[in-house]
């Protein structure tokens, strides 16, 4: 299983990834920061999306790679392979946009939904829990940080703790849960 994530210019429909990181254990996760100079109409920026990720146009100008050649390297990594996100409908959308404009198919990629992967598999071992469950109670003890590797390595966490808390539960586990 390999985990996705990306951040971005903005949510507006002009917008278009500025980090990308991925890996298929914390020990695995590459990051990169993308450079919009290199592409052309990579112009949209937010300053509240700023506000949310701290990454400055400037910053990506310096130090982003240039974006076709992650793009290649994405492609090399992840086509064909399991991989997973906690928000496929943003994470594809910019993984669509890197790879159609460095001249890539985004069909080679895709993106599924970690939260409904973790609900199938929570189902079988407890089935009072749902995935928003503990994903809320797991958020609690952990700070999200709001940048790409950042946020694989929290979900590859979130991904242990289900396991170890509830895939490995004995049978008495207590359902006890309020459902909304």
Known sequence: MYIIDFEASSLSPDSYPIEVAWGSSPETVSTYLLNPDKM??????????????????????????????????MIRE????????????????????LLADSGFDPGLVRIKNLKYYLNKLIKKHAPCKRCVDLFQEFSIKKTV??????????????????????????????CQIKKS
């Open 145 to 174: 940080h709001h940048r790409a590797g950042a946020d694989v390595l929290w979900l590859f966490e979130f991904v242990e703790f289900v396991e170890n808390q509830y895939l490995k539960t004995d049978p008495s586990f207590d």
């Open 78 to 97: 992840l086509a064909g392979k399991p991989v997973f996100s906690d928000e496929p409908r943003f994470d594809n959308r910019w993984k669509d946009r």
């Open 40 to 73: 052309a109409g990579w112009t949209d920026w937010s300053s509240k999306s700023f506000e949310f990720h701290g990454i400055t146009r400037e910053k990506l100008i310096k130090n982003g790679r240039n974006p076709r050649q992650v793009a290649a390297v």
